[in-house]
Every structure is written in C-alpha cells, then in structure tokens.
C-alpha cells in the first residue's frame, strides 16, 4: 500500500508499473486521475492551491485504503494527492487498484475516490477573475460517499 | 493543555493557524469546546456558528459532538474537506 501527499507531479504510467511488479496474480489494473479544470461554477480558474492536514491526511488516506482492502477482494493500491499550487491541465489525484478481477478493482477504486472527498482533509482555493474563493465541499459527494455505507459484504 | 489547530476559511477568518490552550475542566467535549471558543467574540462565534458547517477531528480523527477532549488532544477545527 502507497500514500503519498507531495507537491510534485505524478506519472500514471511509473505508478501502475511499480504497483505491478512482481505479482504475477494481478489481472485487473483500475485507475482514476483527478485534474485541475479551467472551468468552475461558471467562472475561469487560473490557478487552484491546495492545503492539507499534514499528518491527518495521510493517515485519513491509509484507513480509506485498508477499508478498501478489508471490503473488496483487491491486492493493492496506491494513492497520491498533489498539495500546494496548481494550474489548470495539472493533475491532482491519482488511485490506482490492482486485484484479480476488474469488479473489485473498479469498485474499490470508485470507493476510494469517493471516500477520499469527503474523508481526507484537503481544501481548494481557487483564483479567479472575481479574486481568490475557498471551494464549497458538494452535497452529490456526500451522497456519492453514503452509496457505500451498510455494503460491507459486497467483496 | 489542549492543541487547537484551524484550517483553510477557518484559519484565514480566525487569524490564526492554532494555539496550544488551557481548559476549564468542564469543557471536556467538542460541542462544550466549539461554545466556549465561540465566547471569545464576534468573529469566533460566527466563525463557529452552530449553523456553520464545519469538522472537528481529535487527534487526527474524525469527531462528533459528544467525542470527548482531554488534556494533551490535538483538536482541529476545518471546514467541510475538497479535495480529490
């Protein structure tokens, strides 16, 4: 299991293939990359900076995993998230699941991600034309995250 | 003492990143901490507002009202998290 919270960028291709080495029962390789839009409630986004809870965070990010670990039939992941400032194209997040067969890796992956919005103590502000904002947490990501709740048996 | 930490809108509209606290001896749950800070003025009670949305973790977990607060806590107020 890999999380990692770093200003620099990452690279999918290098993560897939560290996440794969030498484990032969992989079948199934499930990502998700979060980037940086330039578009946001109607408004133009010129760079968005990241803050985060050093310390909670990572270990925010490690529980969503062993959850992830404990209630689908996966055989790792790997997460990182991007801090500091970002541009729009930038990347911000990526997870990525490795297991036997897709249904798990697609789910656990899903799961992580949506666990991750409203679990991991990060926070977006973005500057715009109109100046700087701190982003709205969303009520669709609650209820994308309360999907999962009262399904432990579904590995 | 008690380590309070604020983050994001929170610690821009507090001015304040945290501080390190001492605490009566009856203020010994989040809810009972969220109050007596809001007694500190104006910017502190609309700040944490009980109509406000915002988190509290204890000691880098997730807490609710009624999670205790004991001497030697790190306790962080945030508002709801946007990251991913």
């Known amino acids: 299991m890999t999380v990692r919270v770093q200003t620099e960028d990452f690279d999918i291709g290098a993560e897939i293939m560290a996440l794969r080495k030498g484990r032969p029962d992989v079948g199934a390789v499930a990502s998700f990359v979060g980037v940086v839009r330039d578009l946001n409630q109607g408004d133009r986004v010129s760079t968005m900076a990241l803050e985060h809870y050093p310390g909670m965070t990572e270990k925010a990010l490690d529980a969503i995993v062993v959850e992830a670990k404990e209630r689908w039939d996966i055989i790792d992941a790997t997460v990182i998230h991007r801090i500091g400032d970002l541009r ?39 500057q715009t034309p109109q100046g700087e904002r701190w982003v709205d947490a969303h009520e669709s990501d609650d209820q994308a995250a309360e999907r999962w709740a009262g399904e432990s048996d579904r590995a | 003492m008690v380590k309070l930490l604020f983050f994001a809108r929170l610690r821009e509209d507090l001015g304040t990143a945290g501080e390190d606290i001492h605490l009566p001896e009856h203020i010994n749950t989040v809810d009972a901490l969220r109050h007596y800070l809001m007694t500190r003025g104006e910017v502190w009670r609309d700040v944490l507002a009980p109509t406000k949305a915002l988190r509290v973790s204890v000691n880098q977990e997730m807490a609710k009202p009624e999670t205790a607060v004991r001497e030697g806590d790190e306790v962080a107020f945030f508002p709801p998290v946007t990251g991913g």
Request: proline fraction near 5%.
């Open chain 1, 88 to 126: 729009p194209l930038d990347q911000i997040v990526l997870v990525v699941v490795v297991g036997m067969h897709r249904g798990a890796a697609f789910e656990a992956c899903e799961f992580i991600m949506d666990y991750l919005k409203t679990r991991a103590p990060f926070w977006k502000k973005e």
